[in-house]
């Protein structure tokens, strides 16, 4: 049985079955919907809007690099930022109020495993994500699932890249709290409407399409509309909806930020063709979602996702053809290249295309990277012209003990620090981790495999990426990046 998590229409046919990405296509794609044109969509949608906004303080006069602010219903977003990733909407080992005052404004949730759990119903209940989280004056972005298409099938990047494409093989993992299920191929289906998932929690199917996957997070962002249904739902009084229209309209609404596109992220090792296959198919989907997106704008920006592998033909394609929409930013997704130099390659022939002057003013909205936030990429990145980046690689790390200084990362595990007495992590850091412990005592904490371990070096690697972006602007700034 599958389910249609949120109900949304699709354009495609039951004709319309594509294989997954990686196999070999034995079948030809009938009927397959014309590509949206940017006269498809209304004149209004092409106007600057009045609660999102990208501002260019500085251009550098040495490199692409460009110091911004964006501006958003829930805060302002200093560029080039750091984007800490919550993915069910937590970051891990950290509180938001500690990120918070460690200076990280823009944090990213994951609309799959937040559909999965607790549901976008409940989160639309409660009032929308920023009212879930209990964070009010910093700004969300939530991106469409599509990246689960890649996980579910492949693993990670790296295991995609080691393994050459191969698809995951079944597995089922038990433990005391749930079964999770990583089933490769089987996993995941993608067709013209969208992707069937298999739920890594308990292997039931649902269905994700362009136009759910904008519903989910205009519930995860709370609209007004998510709001009074349910609510009216739970009282089961009619007049009940009266009463709420009526507080509600005079309540701010609580909407994430920037929400994403559903998009198909194929992986490294693919054929041309096959490649070529998804990326149009992301344009479709993309195109579609946007269109889903309009008809509830609720506050909210939506930056497309930008494809086409390494292949400098499909990149460019893609630029040209998602620039010319509608669209209020830009995301560069898809597979990014085998390692950091790669990457910096694909950076340095594609991110010129965003700096020509279009009708719709690309050179002049924001550019995420997704995915990639380590040090050496971000200065390669921001060089560039790219205007945030985010990761999980910060608190990710901290949960094994690595912590990230000014002169390198160190494992602080290693028996050399365990008499570190009076000797910071970090000399020039002023975090609350480092204010009033020493890596004698981390060493100590994450040894005995106290939870708190985590919790501090969690809170010093998010003060460390906020000090780190706040020392790239200045230096941006000051022409010298």
Not at 82 to 87: C, I, Q, R, S
Not at 111 to 123: N, Q, V
Not at 164 to 171: D, H, Q, V, Y
Request: contains cysteine.
């Amino acid at each position: 049985m599958v389910t249609q998590i949120e109900q949304g229409h699709a354009n495609a046919t039951k004709d319309e079955i594509v294989v997954p990405p990686s196999t070999s296509r034995n079948t030809t794609t009938l009927r397959l919907p014309p590509l949206a044109t940017p006269s498809d969509f209304p004149e209004w949608a092409y106007e600057p809007r009045d609660f999102f906004r990208f501002e260019i303080l500085h251009q550098s006069s040495k490199s692409q690099a460009r110091v911004g602010r964006i501006h958003t219903p829930h805060g302002t977003v200093d560029t080039p930022g750091y984007v800490a990733v919550a993915t069910n909407a937590a970051l891990k080992g950290l509180d938001f109020r500690h990120a918070d005052e460690a200076g990280q404004q823009l944090i990213f949730a994951n609309t799959y495993h937040l559909m999965l759990h607790p549901g976008a119903d409940l989160i639309a209940e409660a009032g929308g994500i920023h009212k879930f989280t209990n964070r009010h004056d910093r700004p969300f972005i939530t991106d469409s699932g599509g990246f689960q298409v890649f996980s579910l099938a492949y693993g990670s990047v790296h295991e995609e890249l080691s393994s050459k494409g191969e698809l995951k093989r079944r597995s089922t993992t038990k433990n005391k709290h749930h079964r999770r299920h990583d089933m490769g191929k089987d996993a995941v289906k993608v067709s013209e409407e969208g992707v069937i998932f298999r739920s890594y929690r308990d292997g039931s199917k649902f269905l994700l399409t362009p136009e759910s996957t904008v519903q989910a997070q205009k519930k995860i962002g709370g609209t007004l509309g998510s709001i009074l249904f349910h609510r009216c739902i739970r009282t089961r009084l009619i007049h009940s909806f009266v009463y709420l229209t009526l507080s509600l309209l005079s309540s701010p609404l609580v909407a994430a930020d920037i929400i994403i596109p559903l998009d198909e992220l194929p992986p490294y090792h693919i054929n041309r063709n096959v490649l070529s296959e998804s990326v149009e198919r992301s344009h479709r989907w993309e195109a579609r979602s946007l269109k889903e997106h309009l008809k509830n704008v609720n506050e909210q920006a939506m930056f497309c996702v930008v494809h086409g592998g390494i292949d400098r033909e499909l990149r460019t394609k893609s630029v040209e053809y998602l620039t010319s929409l509608p669209f209020d930013g830009y995301a560069i997704g898809g597979s990014l290249g085998n390692g950091k130099q790669e990457l910096k390659e694909l950076l340095d022939w594609m991110m010129p295309l965003f700096d020509e002057e279009t009708v719709t003013n690309r050179q002049k909205k924001p550019r995420h990277l997704l995915g990639i936030a380590d040090e050496e990429s971000i200065r390669n990145a921001v060089v560039r012209g790219i205007d945030t980046l985010d990761s999980c690689y910060p608190t990710r790390v901290a949960r094994h003990g690595t912590i990230l200084t000014r002169k390198g990362s160190i494992k602080i595990k290693s028996g050399k620090f365990s008499k570190s007495f009076g000797v910071k992590l970090d000399d020039s850091c002023e975090c609350s981790t480092c204010r009033h412990y020493d890596r004698a005592y981390l060493w100590h904490l994450f040894k005995a495999n106290e939870p708190i371990a985590v919790s501090l070096a969690a809170q010093h690697n998010i003060q460390y990426m906020s000090d780190i972006m706040a020392s790239i602007r200045n230096d941006i700034m000051e022409d010298k990046l």
